[in-house]
């Protein structure tokens, strides 16, 4: 104390002067958190008006409004085509840098959630006086008083405590209240005694302590400058599109280059020139995309919220799609966030007890005659209690006053043995020993009848310390070595899966033995000669959908890891019971337990599985956790800090992995907000990490993070589906200016129909690709790779533009010649005739009938070809649109017969009276269909070759990328690790066998790391010896059969048999 009162500067019994403490506010701020600056809206906005492919339109739209002004002053009336181009380009960068903003649009003042944790008032001493005060005037070296109710107004040195326990569970994830004292119990400020954090609540108790740390110097101060200072990374969605508009826009200025410098050389006028670049540019650039992802993310989203999940971040929907690593919080993500009693040890044997929210799950038989007892000292040694008004509320539902163990004890007794308060009414209480962390034992007295009942419960080895006898089948038995070793066991048993053990004991005393009023410390001297009743073990248990919900992110290739502040015992067993931590894995205390050596001896990249606890993780060299998370598949951090919790996730990142961060506490917030998508809980996550959170999950519920995850796969599918066939259509609107300028024929299609065709006809086919169901495998896929299965990559585009794209093409010019021929202009004739027929001066142009035609009336017949060209391109969009429904399955399997729009489009195009306003003659459809039926039966042979040689995109088949095929291991040929995890060769130095430090195989290729996913069929190695020296190994592999018809094919397995020698 005096080394604290020389340190700040202060008294421990009467404070700062109000004078000093005046000076210490002036010189070192307000106790609170400075907000973050953010950038305008306007500088925002203006980002979305000016990138990408708005620039290539503005461009374009500039050259049309020159070319209008040019034109209109040369006295054409024809130039106001240029003019309606300029304005709908215009309107369409606006619109679109509208949904743009909107989409980048999200609320980025983290500091403000972490206000709302702040007190508004504060008890401090001063000059010897108590006082109330603004909690932001207090400055360090001020002596302050909490109490139960109260959140701690900074960081705090204890002092003196007399009871007091704090909430931490938004801080470290610790479940159980945290007992505040004077002494020092660690050497780490986050589990040390003496500290009570900022913000924390003091649940019950009073404590007096000095403060030590005031606004951004306290714990929850740097955390909110972790969250605020790291920055909003691109999502992978955003890097996509962002890729894609470089391709476009690459091509448009090539093309349109190209164009422009060809229209130069054979004469045109620079004007001219400038409007066929202009043209290119309108035929290369989807004016339509940014719309088309905007709608299809915001149809995802609210297809999350009808399931509870809020998305902030409309490009989070894909992102979680992406996600290949979970890096999940255990208090309140994966667990329930309250104690439990998980099993009981009674009569000998260790029962289970229901830990699930709705009390659904079996429990143990109540048969046992000890039972009644121990059932009687767990009512009875209780001071919980339940908070009136709540009878019609279930019990697990109910909220209690008292601890979070406590109230654990009181809500299974209520379920087991009828109402507590009839019980207490029964058996009034005489007198109470409070639970305190010297004794570690809790007593009480009750009136029974003539007699009065002792009951007891506290640390197992408290309690045992004060017994003489235990109960068996309801007798009484003295204490016998035996039964110690049995209770030690038990013990051992529940405490290694992570739970907390009590013990609990009785005894009947004499009428009047204890008087009501005794003192608390009387009644330790009297709980002597206690019968042993039984133990009961306490947990935070898991939720119930939880470990399905593993089990599928395990089936969809993603890594679950988890990352909790509790203590690494209980984050072991939690991840055991939800699967993080696979049935038959073992970590290396396992691996030395089953061996029976030391730990020191095993070599860690034998086990599947490990815990690694924040003060390992601080003390690891650079790049040994990105090798710890190479070597071992199943991963659990315990007792970490938010800046390891920060570390971890950029690791992953690292190592080229898309992360997804669970969390509800504002220990979460700074990886919640690195994370390349971050998932809060709606119930009991805190404003923080809601705040830094991409997605909020109403329920609480980690499985809706599945949903999350096939919603996400299912938008990029789409999105891909959507672009593909945007992408389409680019060749047949680009090939009739690339044979107008290299064939001399007229302009089959012209800039306005582009564009209408951009902004008008393609986009709701486009936008109906969004509600696509997913396609039945989806979920037994690998993790989109970023790098390689981009949005669009060469396979699509050669797909799109020389398959697809070309059949369109010859569509339109096939009925383009048709439409020509029928009005008396033969193909022959038409080659070569472009200068002749755009000459306004010639009034006689003859046809092949010898038909003389008129400027104006050619100009007529133009408009009626971009009109036939345009049914082309339209009717081959529909096979087109068709085709795309599924990137794998057969139409037939998909579902055909779902296109409104389409149904509505004929119907306009051909109800009576519509043919007079359009104009389309019915021959000018049938010219296309054939083409349209090509691309069908062509993209119908296409998938049925995909489904026949899927590749490797299953999870299962010979090959993941990973690192090495396995690790050293102790034994010939035996693979020492999993079948991602890193290794050097396929065997070992084998010292018997051939030369001495010969290794059998030679190292396999080292594929990218992380992003591969440990396969759930691992390779058996078996080996032979077939001659000194040469070792013959077979690696049997197994990998699910073609997936033709539904998923249930995956669970089948085939073996392919690899011979390997040396």
């Not at 369409?92 to 007190?119: D, H, M, W």
């Not at 019990?395 to 654990?408: L, M, N, T």
């Not at 390992?616 to 938010?642: I, K, N, Q, W, Y």
């Not at 306009?908 to 003659?921: E, I, R, T």
Request: with cysteine; net charge neutral.
């Amino acid at each position: 104390v005096k080394e604290l009162e020389i340190k700040y500067g202060t008294s421990a019994t009467k404070g700062l002067s109000e004078a000093e403490a005046a000076a210490r506010l002036q010189r070192d701020g307000p106790n609170a958190l400075r907000p973050p600056r953010g950038t305008p809206g306007l500088v925002r906005f203006g980002r979305q008006l000016a990138g990408g492919l708005q620039c290539l339109m503005w461009v374009a739209a500039a050259i049309c409004l020159i070319a209008y002004g040019v034109q209109r002053g040369q006295g054409d009336r024809g130039s106001s085509d240029n003019l309606y181009l300029a304005v709908a380009l215009i309107a369409v960068v606006v619109v679109t840098g509208c949904f743009g903003y909107y989409q980048e649009f999200k609320s980025t003042n983290i500091i403000a959630s972490f206000r709302n944790l702040v007190p508004q008032q504060a008890t401090v001493v001063r000059a010897g006086q108590t006082l109330q005060v603004n909690a932001a005037e207090l400055v360090l070296g001020d002596l302050v008083e909490i109490k139960g109710g109260d959140r701690v107004p900074a960081d705090i040195r204890v002092l003196a405590a007399q009871g007091c326990k704090v909430d931490n569970s938004s801080l470290t994830g610790e479940s159980e209240p945290q007992t505040r004292s004077p002494e020092c119990t660690h050497e780490s400020h986050l589990e040390t005694r003496n500290i009570a954090f900022f913000s924390t609540m003091c649940l019950e108790g009073t404590a007096t302590g000095l403060v030590i740390g005031t606004g951004e110097r306290t714990v929850i101060g740097r955390i909110a400058s972790l969250a605020s200072g790291v920055g909003n990374e691109k999502t992978p969605i955003a890097v996509e599109i962002e890729h894609f508009v470089d391709i476009i826009a690459g091509l448009a200025v090539f093309f349109g280059a190209t164009f422009f410098l060809v229209a130069m050389l054979i004469g045109y006028p620079l004007l001219r020139a400038a409007v066929f670049f202009m043209a290119i540019v309108v035929a290369y650039v989807p004016e339509g995309l940014l719309a088309t992802v905007t709608v299809c993310l915001s149809l995802t989203a609210k297809r999350l919220a009808r399931r509870n999940c809020v998305v902030k971040n409309l490009e989070a929907v894909e992102t979680l799609g992406s996600t290949s690593v979970i890096c999940s919080d255990k208090t309140g993500t994966l667990t329930q966030n309250r104690m439990a009693v998980a099993h009981l040890w009674l009569d000998g044997q260790v029962l289970a007890a229901d830990t699930t929210e709705d009390q659904s799950g079996e429990a143990f038989e109540q048969r046992s005659a000890s039972w009644p007892l121990l059932s009687q000292v767990i009512t009875l040694c209780n001071r919980a209690q339940f908070q009136p008004g709540q009878e019609g509320v279930p019990v697990a539902q109910r909220d209690v006053i008292g601890d979070a163990s406590e109230s654990a004890l009181l809500k299974f007794a209520e379920v087991t043995s009828g109402p507590v308060a009839a019980a207490r009414g029964r058996f009034p209480k005489v007198a109470e020993l409070p639970f305190n962390s010297s004794n570690k034992f809790q007593v009480s007295v009750h009136e029974a009848g003539p007699q009065q009942l002792l009951v007891l419960k506290g640390a197992p080895e408290r309690v045992l310390e004060r017994c003489r006898g235990y109960l068996r089948e309801g007798e009484e038995h003295p204490l016998d070595p035996e039964w110690r070793r049995s209770l030690e066991g038990a013990c051992l048993e529940l405490g290694g899966r992570g739970e907390r053990v009590l013990g609990f004991c009785a005894r009947w005393l004499p009428p009047g033995s204890v008087a009501a009023g005794t003192p608390p410390e009387a009644l330790a001297e009297v709980a002597t000669g206690l019968c042993f009743a039984g133990l009961v073990s306490l947990i935070d248990p898991p939720r119930a959908t939880v470990p399905q919900a593993v089990r599928k992110c395990r089936t969809a290739g993603i890594r679950v890891i988890m990352v909790t502040g509790d203590h690494p015992v209980t984050a072991k067993a939690i991840a055991a019971a939800v699967g993080i931590i696979s049935e038959g894995s073992e970590t290396p205390e396992d691996v030395a337990t089953r061996l029976h050596l030391p730990l020191e001896q095993v070599d860690p990249r034998q086990a599947r599985a490990r815990v690694v606890t924040g003060s390992e993780l601080a003390a690891l060299a650079p790049g040994a956790l990105e090798e710890l998370l190479r070597t071992h598949p199943e991963m659990v951090f315990a007792r970490t800090s938010p800046q390891q919790k920060l570390l971890i996730v950029e690791s992953c990142q690292r190592l080229g992995a898309i992360v997804a961060v669970t969390g509800d506490g504002v220990n979460d917030s700074p990886a919640l907000k690195k994370a390349d998508i971050g998932v809060a809980m709606g119930i009991a996550g805190s404003d923080a990490a809601k705040q830094a959170a991409d997605m909020i999950l109403l329920d609480d519920n980690f499985a809706s993070i599945v949903t999350g995850v096939e919603q996400g796969r299912l938008i990029f599918d789409n999105l891909k589906k959507s672009i593909a066939y945007t992408l389409t259509k680019n060749i047949p609107e680009l090939a009739p200016y690339l044979v107008y300028i290299t064939a001399s024929v007229p302009l089959p299609l012209g800039c306005i129909t582009i564009l209408f065709i951009e902004l008008c006809t393609d986009i709701f086919p486009s936008v109906s690709l969004a509600y696509e169901r997913a396609e039945s495998d989806i979920m037994h896929l690998r993790p989109r790779d970023p790098r390689r299965d981009r949005l669009v990559n060469e396979p699509l585009a050669a797909y799109s533009y020389f398959q697809i794209g070309v059949i369109q093409s010859l569509a339109g010019f096939t009925d383009y010649f048709v439409a020509m021929a029928q009005e008396g202009w033969w193909p022959l004739l038409v080659l070569g005739l472009r200068p002749r027929w755009e000459d306004a001066h010639e009034q006689e142009l003859q046809d092949s009938y010898g038909q003389q035609w008129t400027f104006a009336q050619r100009r007529y017949q133009q408009y009626t070809c971009y009109t036939v060209f345009f049914i082309s391109i339209e009717v081959c969009q529909i096979a087109d649109v068709l085709i795309r429904k599924t990137r794998r399955l057969s139409l037939l399997q998909q579902g055909l017969f779902r296109y409104t729009w389409v149904c509505i489009g004929c119907f306009l195009c051909y109800c009576p009276g519509m043919p007079n306003v359009f104009n389309f003659m019915f021959q000018w459809w049938l010219v296309p269909m054939p083409f349209g039926l090509l691309i069908l039966v062509y993209d119908e042979i296409r998938k049925l070759g995909v489904r026949r040689h899927p590749g490797k995109t299953h999870l299962g088949t010979p090959w993941i990328p990973g690192t090495h095929l396995g690790t050293p291991g102790p034994h010939l040929g035996t693979p020492g690790g999993t079948w991602n995890s890193p290794g050097t060769h396929l065997g070992t130095p084998g010292p018997h066998l051939g030369t001495p430090g010969t290794h059998l195989g030679t190292p396999g290729p080292l594929p990218p790391p992380l992003d591969s996913i440990p396969s759930p069929h691992p390779p058996q190695i078996k080996a032979q010896v077939t001659r000194p020296g040469v070792c013959r190994c077979l690696l049997l592999v197994e990998r699910p059969k073609n997936p033709k018809r539904s998923p249930r094919n995956h669970q089948k397995v085939t073996k392919k048999r690899k011979t390997l020698n040396t």
